[in-house]
């Protein structure tokens, strides 16, 4: 499956991004998707996952509470919103698609080619 994702920007501290992610070439709902995020000289490092129907999402701490990762099958496409930004948001975030939710990068087989997310303090 090709993963291609956008709404990466510059924006201040405490505004919002909703980053989006389109899927094709294979059946969207096969996969659970998530979203990982690296910032300069550290480890990709888990933002969220959403389960192939949607019933079930996890989020890593850094984000709980402030984000919301949804998908439409209808459009295979799958988003994450941020609020309340950070600083230490900054990072390039990637969409990735695997068998299951899972906040270990190793279970996703897909990559997309990540989006830029600068947050200015």
């Known amino acids: 499956v090709q993963l291609q994702a956008s709404g990466g920007g510059l924006v201040q501290a405490g505004g919002s991004l909703r980053l989006s992610c389109a899927a094709s070439?294979?059946?969207?709902?096969?996969?659970?998707m998530g979203w990982f995020r690296q910032a300069p000289g550290k480890e990709r490092e888990f933002v969220a996952a959403?389960?192939?129907?949607?019933?079930?999402?996890d989020y890593a701490d850094s984000v709980k509470g402030r984000s919301t990762i949804s998908r439409n099958n209808a459009k295979n496409t799958v988003s994450l919103q941020i609020n309340s930004l950070k600083p230490e948001d900054t990072a390039v975030y990637y969409c990735a698609a695997g068998p299951r939710v899972a906040s270990d990068l190793r279970p996703y087989d897909y990559w997309g080619q990540g989006t830029q997310v600068t947050v200015s303090s």
């Open positions: 959403i389960s192939r129907y949607g019933a079930t999402s």
């Open positions: 070439g294979r059946t969207f709902t096969n996969y659970a």
